[in-house]
């Protein structure tokens, strides 16, 4: 129900900034018909609170986009919340500031996520926009034809304009810290090439899982032809690894120039397709209005798992309650000819446990 919203929000970053937006209130249509966004021409890009200058003026050019902007947004973050569901930090969208919040206002591993992701989801949505043809000024992928991609096989379906994508979603989304500018090694510069930095890699692990695809035609599916086309990957491929991404983030500090270099130089120094880090993360254990952490106080936990879900770590050695809980499920299916699956409903108690 909330596309540019959303995304408007989440770049909304500042506390300076901090505009309490209602969705509603400010009437975003959901999905603009062309009519809509030509008649009301003017007072769409006025009204995303949260675009920057640049962001304004490439609303205004490219208005037709700002709903796959919105969508890519969206993406990223139902990503973010899948891939950290066990986690302290479950990526949940609340405070007023920002989509995900004050902990944004921490150059954290979480930040360099979800900055990454959202980049990530803006490339995907506007590719497959371009695709679609939903777009007036992309359409089909134009990549050349892979080298090793068998001489008899056409080279032409309409694939994902990975290259468009990119390309906007480096213009758009990091507009709002290329007109920044801050003192050289200052922290808010630091932030500002760390935000330029993961945004990047979020694009660039797009462009890694991109892949070829094919279908096959032919008499009676002999597959003697085949039409192939560029194919961007499943976002959830995209969440998996930017994840580990995640895992192996790298800690990073200004040096005496203003650039930032890693802070343990034993390590390889990271690739643009790496995430960088430069503050440590709160432990997210306690509520903290300060930090913007949500603490875990009422989350499920399992109480067999050493793992970030077991309730020793997510409960940070508070202790937890045990319930019985009724679930829901689907039981006893039957596949019926031709062609689908009955199920019956069950309920069945289990035991479930919440952080103190
Ligand atoms: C969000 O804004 C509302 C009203 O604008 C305010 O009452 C609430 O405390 C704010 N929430 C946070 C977490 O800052
Ligand atoms: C909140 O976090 C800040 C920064 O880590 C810390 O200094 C402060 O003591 C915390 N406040 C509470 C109430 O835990
Ligand atoms: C994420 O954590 C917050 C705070 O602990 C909680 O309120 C929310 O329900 C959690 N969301 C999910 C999807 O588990
Ligand atoms: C709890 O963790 C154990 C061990 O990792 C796992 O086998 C089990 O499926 C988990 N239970 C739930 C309900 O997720």
């Not at 777009?135 to 694939?159: F, I, M, N, V, Y």
């Not at 920044?180 to 890699?201: D, I, Q, T």
Request: aromatic share 10%; with cysteine.
């Amino acid at each position: 129900t909330c596309y540019c919203c959303c995304f408007a929000l989440f770049f909304s970053l500042s506390p300076a900034r901090r505009v309490a937006f209602d969705c509603e209130r400010k009437a975003v249509p959901v999905h603009w018909s062309s009519q809509a966004y030509i008649i009301g021409a003017q007072p769409l890009c006025s009204q995303l609170v949260g675009l920057s200058q640049g962001q304004k003026k490439l609303c205004q050019l490219y208005q037709d986009h700002m709903q796959y902007i919105g969508e890519g947004a969206k993406t990223g973050i139902r990503e973010c919340q899948y891939q950290f569901r066990h986690r302290r930090w479950n990526c949940s969208t609340v405070d007023n500031s920002s989509v995900f919040g004050r902990v944004m206002q921490i150059g954290s591993r979480e930040t360099a996520f979800t900055y990454a992701i959202s980049a990530a989801g803006v490339v995907n949505a506007v590719s497959r926009a371009c695709r679609e043809g939903e777009l007036s000024s992309c359409g089909c992928s134009r990549a050349a034809r892979p080298k090793d991609l068998p001489r008899d096989w056409l080279w032409g379906g309409c694939g994902d304009n990975l290259n468009y994508g990119y390309r906007f979603s480096r213009e758009f989304v990091d507009a709002r810290e290329r007109e920044k500018s801050f003192p050289k090694g200052s922290h808010e510069n630091a932030r500002l090439l760390m935000n330029l930095h993961n945004n990047e890699a979020g694009r660039r692990i797009v462009s890694d899982l991109a892949h070829v695809s094919c279908k096959c035609h032919g008499v009676s599916g002999s597959c003697s032809l085949k039409t192939c086309w560029l194919q961007l990957a499943d976002f959830r491929k995209v969440g998996d690894a930017l994840k580990e991404k995640y895992d192996s983030a790298v800690a990073m500090k200004l040096n005496s120039r203003g650039k930032l270099v890693q802070m343990h130089s034993r390590f390889n120094p990271p690739t643009n397709h790496d995430l960088v880090y430069i503050e440590q993360s709160p432990d997210y254990c306690l509520k903290n209005q300060s930090t913007g952490s949500l603490g875990t106080v009422g989350r499920l936990c399992n109480k067999t798992s050493e793992g970030m879900d077991g309730c020793e770590l997510m409960c940070c050695g508070r202790g937890y309650d045990q319930y019985k809980a009724q679930i829901v499920e689907r039981c006893h299916c039957k596949f019926h000819w031709c062609c689908y699956v009955k199920c019956k409903r069950c309920t069945k108690i289990v035991d479930q446990f919440v952080c103190k």
